[in-house]
């Protein structure tokens, strides 16, 4: 391809400079700091079977999401149905993401068409028939929305999450959509894999709900609940014996505020005493809405609930401005710290279940390192004695471009930031074999014509020609079945299948390349007449 031997010397120099090049920060870990800014800074990462670590497949809910849209909706369309003047009862969402009512009217159904049709296009009349004196009516949401909310449900709670991830400290975890509904995360190097489940899994739903001190809680735990309330629980310290009592609170179910005014939520300490609370402000509408709702309920308690549970109740003094406002609850700093993260993060827009859940010790990913290391020295040891054994300095050569492929596989992985695995550790002692093979075509191609008669040069020249077409085929035939893995294979025969590629490609610029710039230049300085093969 390149005639001039200076040309080509010049390309294998860079290439492996370039190689040596990302594989510092991997081989020599500890440099010195002021080097950093002259180096490459991502070193290979590890996969979760070589360095431990929590795998999970999480399964989004995202009908959950639909009815949640559904529950607000039918809010919305009694407002405007009252607007319109429009005579209705027992509007409520019913089973599943649908919405049932009572039309009064004759023309009732007439003017609902048209208050969906002008501000709800989204929702459409699945059935009606006649009840009592009136007409029963069911709405539910349009095929084409459902499924691109199931859509956007899925890829927010994969940017929830991955935002929990990032700000509880995890290093290079992996968080990827898979299937319809489905993630699945790894989390490289994890020493605590119940406090990175509960907060991944957290829902995080942030609530402001009015408590209902107008009504009996004892009545209403008795079945009698009044219309518009709803029981909820929380959990009260004894700070006497510091245990936690479940106790019930009877709040109004319509939600005054929510998370997602959120602007931010740190961890404060709220006193001498070293109780720890979550201090919470609030964006600018936000601030605003705080501000009206603490103004209108004076003297009333606020109870601030998350995924369901009341974290504390305070009486409103007085109209609260500047939008900040403190959730207590007798918390660890582990605990306030969590509960900061998910709530910066912002809440997940449908809950999460578990289906796979695997944990892989440390111990056991130190042993797949050390004998995956050990398999691959021993491998290359072998092949390298054999090579110079059989083919003396010919094999010498293919043993340098061995190692120098070697190099270039590691060196693709950190540049790219691509995870090694077991199994593509396994690939690189697959390329091992394919490399070491290419040459040995080559030798052989050159052995046959140097027992023709022809010269060195000439050998080499034939050689190389002839072995050329033949080497392409067997490479780009490998490739072409590690692409088919990658595109229908799960996380470990990716992992193969990339590391297969890439040692392919290496295999092909060394084998062919590099080992004939080395003959070219020994042959050139030197004079050759035979040539050990």
């Known amino acids: 391809m390149f005639k001039s031997l200076k040309l080509r010397g010049a390309i294998t120099l860079i290439v492996c400079l370039g190689a040596l090049y990302f594989l510092i920060p991997t081989f020599f870990p500890n440099i010195p700091s002021?080097?950093?800014?002259y180096l490459a800074k991502e070193k290979i990462h590890l996969g979760l079977d070589l360095q431990g670590g929590m795998h999970l497949v999480l399964e989004i809910d995202t009908d959950k999401a639909l009815e949640a849209m559904m529950e607000r909706t039918s809010n919305e369309l009694k407002e405007s149905l009252m607007d319109s003047k429009v005579r209705f009862r027992n509007l409520e969402k019913a089973k599943g993401a649908t919405i049932s009512m009572e039309l009064t009217d004759s023309d009732g159904k007439t003017v609902l068409e048209n208050v969906l049709r002008d501000k709800y296009p989204d929702?459409?009349?699945?059935?009606?028939?006649?009840?009592?004196?009136?007409q029963l009516v069911t709405l539910k949401i349009n095929d084409k929305r459902a499924a691109d909310l199931k859509k956007l449900t899925v890829e927010h709670s994969l940017e929830t999450i991955r935002n929990r991830v990032d700000q509880f400290g995890i290093a290079e975890p992996e968080?990827?959509?898979?299937?319809?509904?489905?993630?699945?995360?790894?989390?490289?190097?994890?020493?605590?894999?119940?406090?990175?489940?509960?907060?991944?899994g957290k829902t995080a739903l942030l609530e402001f709900k009015i408590v209902d001190d107008e009504n009996s809680l004892e009545e209403a735990l008795r079945g009698n609940l009044p219309e518009g309330d709803i029981i909820a629980y929380g959990l009260r310290a004894?700070?006497?014996?510091?245990?936690?009592?479940?106790?019930p609170y009877l709040l109004k179910d319509k939600s005054l505020l929510t998370g997602a005014s959120l602007e931010t939520a740190k961890v404060q300490i709220a006193d001498r005493f070293g109780d720890v609370t979550v201090s919470l402000t609030f964006n600018s509408q936000g601030s605003v809405d705080f501000e009206r709702i603490t103004g209108e309920n004076v003297r009333k308690r606020l109870a601030i609930v998350l995924d369901g549970v009341v974290h504390s109740a305070p009486v409103i003094q007085e109209k609260i401005s500047g939008g900040n406002a403190q959730i207590t609850g007798n918390f660890t700093m582990e605990e306030a710290r969590d509960l900061a993260i998910v709530l910066r993060?912002?809440?997940?827009?449908?809950p999460v279940n578990i289906l796979e859940e695997r944990t892989v010790g440390p111990s056991l990913g130190s042993d797949s390192i050390r004998q995956g290391i050990l398999a691959t020295i021993i491998g290359s040891l072998l092949v390298i004695l054999f090579m110079i054994v059989y083919y003396r300095f010919s094999g010498?050569?293919?043993?340098?471009?061995?190692v120098i492929n070697i190099l270039l596989i590691l060196a693709v992985l950190a540049a790219f930031r691509a995870t090694l695995t077991l199994p593509g550790i396994a690939g690189m002692l697959l390329t091992v074999g394919v490399a070491v093979d290419a040459n040995i075509l080559i030798f052989e191609r050159i052995r046959e014509e140097l027992r023709?008669?022809?010269?060195v040069r000439l050998a080499l020249d034939t050689g190389y020609d002839r072995a050329f077409i033949t080497i392409i085929d067997t490479h780009i035939t490998g490739i072409v079945a590690a692409v088919v893995l990658i595109f229908f294979g799960t996380g470990p025969i990716k992992g193969f299948a990339v590391t297969t590629i890439i040692g392919l490609l290496a295999s092909l610029f060394t084998s062919i390349f590099i080992t004939r710039v080395i003959f070219d230049y020994v042959m050139g300085k030197y004079n050759?007449?035979?040539l050990s093969i």
Do not use: C, F, M, Y
């Open 345 to 350: 993060a912002g809440a997940l827009p449908a």
């Open 528 to 530: 050759i007449k035979k």
């Open 452 to 455: 023709t008669g022809k010269t």
């Open 123 to 134: 929702l459409e009349i699945d059935t009606t028939g006649p009840h009592d004196k009136g």
């Open 34 to 37: 002021s080097w950093n800014k």
């Open 175 to 200: 968080i990827i959509p898979e299937g319809d509904n489905r993630i699945l995360i790894q989390l490289p190097g994890i020493k605590d894999p119940e406090r990175a489940k509960n907060l991944i």
């Open 238 to 247: 004894d700070k006497s014996t510091g245990e936690r009592n479940s106790s």
């Open 396 to 402: 010498a050569v293919a043993d340098i471009a061995l």
